[in-house]
């Protein structure tokens, strides 16, 4: 695991609710994440882990509460401030979310293009190699999203995120439908990315190996509220039945 | 025991409530819809003002749109004028006005079977298809994966797609009426001999010029129609991946009659200005 300062707050989440129709998903949720940190929100499916990532990035609006980002209440800013800031916050989908209609060079491209145009496209071409190679993908640059393999989309989908050179990452079940050994890989690469991009990230989770293999700090998301908060040690030894269900098995 | 007679207007009261309940939420759900729809329009409006950088993408856009959809019009429009012409002949022999025949089949044309055909066809092409894109897109949280770089969706998806179908229906209107006059001369030319360029002597002494203009503006409301409906239904789908099936055809039926009311809107205006 890496050291992290404790220090500096990146995000603040306080008092966040959200529902949909008469379902109550979040509910008083607070949380901090601190610079250069990777915190795992752990929870069931369902348990509105992606929605919290979706609010925390402006994607959905929250009926209630503050999400304040490198110190701006992102309620608070215009569009374009807040297209602004959200470029400072990589995103990795759950089903990596690649523009199909474009090869991995141009998924990558599409946003690098529209950010930086005091960059030339041949150092645009340098710096989309460089992340694929990060990756592991550099040989698979000009393959469309179909060709492929689950494992390959997510570090695609990583590798785009990656390109904006975001200070910050939300991963969104980032081993879900892999096979155990591409799960591990992807895990190590999440902590290869904090490592060389000095990222810090939220990553949301019900796969406890990759919990236990990203996490500086663990949160349990449970019946639309965090139930508890600490390291994968500390939580292990945590004498509370619902906690202790994530590490039955 | 109630009555029979009371029985019968218990039944009617439960079934005229029901009907009520029914009618109304519908009516709600429609006019939800409708705002939520302007909204969205208001929205496509003003990115359409600012500075544009997807050039690029419009033109891809306005190629698939409009190029690729040359020859299912092309086909459709030569068929229309050869029967329209051929349906029309018997009438126009028996009133003995047939010389009149290349006239009244392109005034026809022009005015509004050229028109509403082609913006039908365009609907059935090319609203499916921006339907079923779009929201594949937000199935797949492609639209999302956008958002969260910084960029605009509405700007690169939606604006791009409006002004294609804009500014292509028109021209693919121009295109099937031309075709379409060709198909009428082959109608005439069944029966008779005719030279072309007497058939567009006969055609165009019937026409004016208030049958071209309001006929031709008509075009880019359609065009415009049916971009921002089909854009929205994709847009705004849920439901997963059956929502892409209930966009497409959505997209398909919601432009079809925003073409019919667009259409009857502007000849009742024409009517009252010319």
Request: glycine fraction near 8%; charged fraction near 20%; aromatic fraction near 10%.
């Amino acid at each position: 695991m890496m050291d992290h300062t404790r220090n500096e707050i990146i995000i603040k989440v306080e008092h966040l609710y959200k529902s949909f129709k008469s379902e109550i998903v979040l509910s008083d949720i607070s949380l901090e994440l601190f610079h250069g940190e990777n915190l795992v929100v752990l929870g069931k499916s369902g348990a509105g882990k992606s929605v919290l990532l979706k609010c925390i990035t402006g994607l959905i609006p929250p009926d209630k509460g503050d999400i304040i980002l490198f110190d701006h209440n992102i309620s608070d800013l215009n569009e374009d401030a807040l297209n602004n800031l959200k470029k400072r916050i990589g995103y990795v989908f759950q089903g990596a979310a690649l523009y199909d209609s474009m090869s991995v060079r141009e998924n990558l491209l599409f946003p690098l293009e529209r950010a930086e145009n005091e960059i030339s496209h041949k150092e645009k071409g340098f710096i989309i190699e460089e992340i694929l190679e990060n990756v592991g993908l550099k040989d698979s640059i000009n393959k469309m999203p179909s060709e492929l393999s689950g494992g390959m989309r997510k570090r695609a989908g990583l590798a785009r995120a990656l390109v904006l050179r975001p200070e910050i990452i939300m991963y969104d079940e980032p081993t879900t439908g892999l096979d155990p050994a591409t799960s591990h890989e992807i895990s190590e690469l999440i902590l290869q990315v904090q490592r060389i991009f000095r990222t810090s990230s939220i990553i949301v989770t019900h796969d406890m190996h990759c919990a236990r293999l990203t996490s500086n700090r663990i949160m349990i998301l449970e019946n639309s509220c965090f139930i508890a908060d600490g390291t994968y040690e500390s939580l292990r030894k945590n004498k509370t039945k619902s906690v202790q269900d994530y590490f039955l098995n | 025991m109630l009555s029979f007679s009371t029985r019968v207007f218990k039944q009617k009261i439960m079934r005229t409530t029901g009907q009520d309940e029914g009618f109304t939420a519908q009516l709600k759900d429609f006019f939800v819809d409708f705002g939520s729809l302007a909204r969205f329009t208001g929205k496509v409006i003003r990115e359409l003002f600012k500075k544009t950088t997807e050039f690029r993408e419009f033109l891809r856009q306005a190629y698939y749109v409009g190029y690729k959809s040359l020859p299912l019009v092309g086909i459709t429009a030569f068929i229309l004028g050869l029967v329209l012409t051929l349906q029309t002949r018997p009438v126009m022999a028996d009133l003995g006005a047939e010389a009149w025949l290349p006239g009244m089949v392109i005034v026809s044309i022009i005015r509004e079977i050229g028109p509403v055909i082609t913006a039908l066809i365009f609907t059935g092409r090319v609203a499916s298809g921006f339907g079923a894109e779009l929201s594949s897109m937000r199935v797949t949280e492609q639209i999302d994966a956008m958002e969260v770089s910084g960029i605009n969706p509405v700007k690169y998806l939606v604006v791009t797609r409006v002004m294609a179908a804009t500014l292509m229906v028109p021209v693919l209107v121009i295109y099937s009426d031309g075709i379409a006059f060709i198909g009428s001369f082959f109608g005439v030319n069944i029966q008779s001999s005719i030279t072309f360029q007497l058939f567009l002597k006969n055609a165009f002494d019937s026409v004016h010029f208030y049958d071209i203009i309001p006929a031709t503006i008509k075009t880019f409301f359609f065009g415009f129609a049916i971009g921002v409906i089909s854009c929205y239904k994709g847009y705004y789908t849920d439901r997963g991946t059956a929502g892409v099936g209930l966009a497409a055809n959505s997209a398909v039926v919601s432009s079809s009659l925003a073409v019919f009311v667009i259409d009857l809107i502007v000849v009742q205006l024409t009517e009252l200005i010319i």
